[in-house]
């Protein structure tokens, strides 16, 4: 059996920045086993897997070690693959998920994501994030990630995490974030319990930051920096319970798995 792989760079202008995603058009679902060894395989934060067509796809994410409910930065490389190899020409497609249907629009270069909102709530921070941080944020929420709100960008570019207790904490991942000095907000996010130690670049956390970020400034159109060490931009707009999350792509690899 041979599929086709793409590898796009995500939230990028060039290659070697933003993230690294997996893109595997099939014809059929193959076993669950089986994707998830290939997303281990690829050893990227995320491999996509997408079925259909005509504008229409069926989409799936996995990263090394599981599936998870919704990826930004991997939407936007699988549209990215509909929009240039698939179906050429086309800029419009919706991609059918575990968190609903997704809707992706190629404007001006940018690629938009419709994205749902993760709400969030203020909580205490548990001693697991404290330590896992290594510092105590001015303010803590939890969504489906923690939330860590500092004071300054310098803080969040200091950060230098224990992964092994942020591993242990109860949420997918763990968001740091503070106002930019050159944009809006900046943020960097750790998931080392889905084997994702620093994501370059986290489109789905931006479902949380947009509406909290736009609540904050009091706007809601935004632009965001992600600071892991590939780097990666973002525009956001808050729009009461769905987020737009754009960025670019570009492509990095073009080949083939033999199975």
Same mark, same amino acid.
């Given at each position: 059996?041979?599929?086709?792989?793409?590898?796009?760079?995500?939230?990028? =202008?060039? #290659?070697?920045?933003?993230?690294?995603?997996?893109?595997?058009?099939?014809?059929?679902?193959?076993?669950?086993?089986?994707?998830?060894?290939?997303?281990?395989?690829?050893?990227?934060?995320?491999?996509?897997?997408? +079925?259909?067509?005509?504008?229409?796809?069926?989409?799936?994410?996995?990263?090394?070690?599981?599936?998870?409910?919704?990826? /930004?930065?991997?939407?936007?490389?699988?549209?990215? +693959? #509909?929009?240039?190899?698939? !179906?050429?020409?086309?800029?419009? +497609?919706?991609?059918?998920?575990?968190?609903?249907?997704?809707?992706?629009?190629?404007?001006?270069?940018?690629?938009?994501?419709?994205?749902?909102?993760?709400?969030?709530?203020? #909580?205490?921070?548990? @001693?697991?994030?404290?330590? /896992?941080?290594?510092?105590?944020?001015? &303010?803590?929420?939890?969504?489906?990630?923690?939330?860590?709100?500092?004071?300054?960008?310098?803080?969040?570019?200091?950060? =230098?995490?224990?992964?092994?207790? %942020? &591993?242990?904490?109860?949420?997918? /991942?763990?968001?740091?974030?503070?106002?930019?000095?050159?944009?809006?907000?900046?943020?960097?996010?750790?998931?080392?319990?889905? /084997?994702?130690?620093?994501?370059?670049?986290?489109?789905? @956390?931006?479902?949380?930051?947009?509406?909290?970020?736009? !609540?904050?400034?009091?706007?809601?159109?935004?632009?965001?920096?992600?600071?892991?060490? =590939?780097?990666?931009? %973002?525009?956001?707009?808050?729009?009461?319970?769905?987020?737009?999350? &754009?960025?670019?792509? #570009?492509?990095?690899?073009?080949?083939?798995?033999?199975?």
């Amino acid at each position: 059996m041979r599929i086709p792989l793409y590898q796009i760079d995500a939230f990028a =202008r060039e #290659v070697f920045r933003g993230n690294p995603a997996a893109v595997c058009p099939l014809d059929d679902w193959l076993p669950d086993g089986v994707l998830q060894s290939i997303a281990a395989e690829n050893n990227l934060a995320e491999t996509a897997f997408l +079925v259909g067509g005509e504008g229409r796809y069926r989409l799936r994410w996995f990263t090394p070690t599981r599936e998870v409910d919704l990826c /930004g930065h991997a939407t936007l490389a699988s549209a990215h +693959v #509909v929009f240039e190899y698939l !179906e050429p020409g086309r800029e419009t +497609v919706v991609f059918d998920s575990r968190s609903g249907p997704l809707a992706v629009e190629r404007r001006e270069g940018l690629i938009t994501l419709d994205f749902p909102v993760l709400p969030y709530e203020a #909580v205490e921070p548990p @001693a697991l994030l404290v330590e /896992g941080l290594g510092r105590t944020p001015t &303010a803590t929420y939890k969504s489906r990630d923690y939330l860590a709100v500092f004071d300054t960008e310098e803080e969040i570019v200091a950060l =230098r995490p224990d992964m092994a207790r %942020l &591993a242990k904490l109860d949420s997918l /991942g763990t968001i740091a974030t503070a106002p930019g000095r050159s944009s809006d907000f900046v943020s960097r996010f750790f998931a080392p319990q889905a /084997g994702i130690p620093e994501d370059p670049v986290t489109g789905s @956390a931006h479902s949380t930051l947009t509406p909290y970020w736009a !609540e904050r400034l009091g706007k809601t159109e935004l632009h965001a920096l992600q600071l892991s060490p =590939r780097g990666g931009e %973002l525009f956001c707009t808050a729009r009461g319970e769905r987020v737009s999350i &754009a960025g670019r792509a #570009v492509r990095y690899l073009e080949g083939t798995i033999c199975l």
